[in-house]
């Protein structure tokens, strides 16, 4: 058992799912407490002996898992992870979205194409723009660099989706080199006001899938 259930219960769901023309996105829970600490804790672990804490990874990899239970329809072709530029790879050292989409492929035994998708610029961070802000800072921002014929549909990884314009950028490129259907799986997302299109039932379970 991954979560107690007073911390199950605490989790919620945004009020709103995202809508975009480019994919549907598929979530585990509300971004705030109590799981943005544990986000945080995954995504910038801390020096020394608690940095070797697995357990902030093996929640995120449950709740990954779960977020992709409450899909229905055929598997994906393959599953990618929204890349890192190369010096943020170096600097950090690992891709948090990478971890997770390994964790969906090793889940669901679907391929993970870690490097298919490429971030062309080190785009300046997010935090503190607006929704028209973040679509123009990484306009541009992504190539697909993978093997041809392109799979047809794909999961794309992220951890948190915030307003919606980093994985939509990432959509709209692969949706242009010949992928017909992108869902966007992520652990946590922001409310949006915008319609509803695809929510991950939390409770739901991940029967027959381990969490490594």
């Given amino acids: 058992m991954v979560l107690c259930d007073g911390c199950r219960l ?8 995202m809508q975009s ?28 002996s608690m940095g070797l804490n697995p357990s902030p990874a093996r929640l995120l ?3 990954i898992l779960e977020a992709a239970a409450a899909i229905h329809g055929p598997s994906p072709d393959a599953i990618l992870p929204i890349p890192l530029h190369r010096r943020r790879l170096h ?3 690992f891709n948090p979205a ?40 990484v306009r541009g921002a992504f190539a697909y660099r993978g ?18 314009a ?8 692969l949706h242009k080199v010949g992928v017909e259907e992108v869902t966007v799986i992520c652990v946590a997302r922001t409310p949006s006001p915008r319609g509803p299109t695809l929510r991950a039932a939390l409770c739901a379970g991940v029967p027959d899938r381990q969490v490594f």
Avoid: M
């Fill in 21 to 48: 023309s480019f994919y549907q996105c598929a979530e585990a829970t509300t971004y705030g407490p109590p799981i943005d600490s544990q986000i945080h804790l995954f995504k910038y672990p801390p020096s020394g």
């Fill in 91 to 93: 600097q950090r050292g």
């Fill in 166 to 173: 980093t994985t939509e950028e990432a959509a709209r490129v």
């Fill in 10 to 17: 605490a989790l919620t769901k945004p009020p709103h799912a």
């Fill in 147 to 164: 093997k041809r014929p392109t799979p047809k549909s794909v999961w794309l990884v992220d951890d948190v989706v915030t307003t919606g």
């Fill in 98 to 137: 990478c971890v997770l989409a390994r964790a969906l492929a090793h889940g669901y035994g679907i391929p993970c194409l870690p490097v298919a998708l490429t971030r062309l610029r080190d785009t300046p961070s997010q935090t503190g723009l607006g929704r028209l802000a973040r679509r123009k800072n």
């Fill in 61 to 63: 990899k449950h709740l």
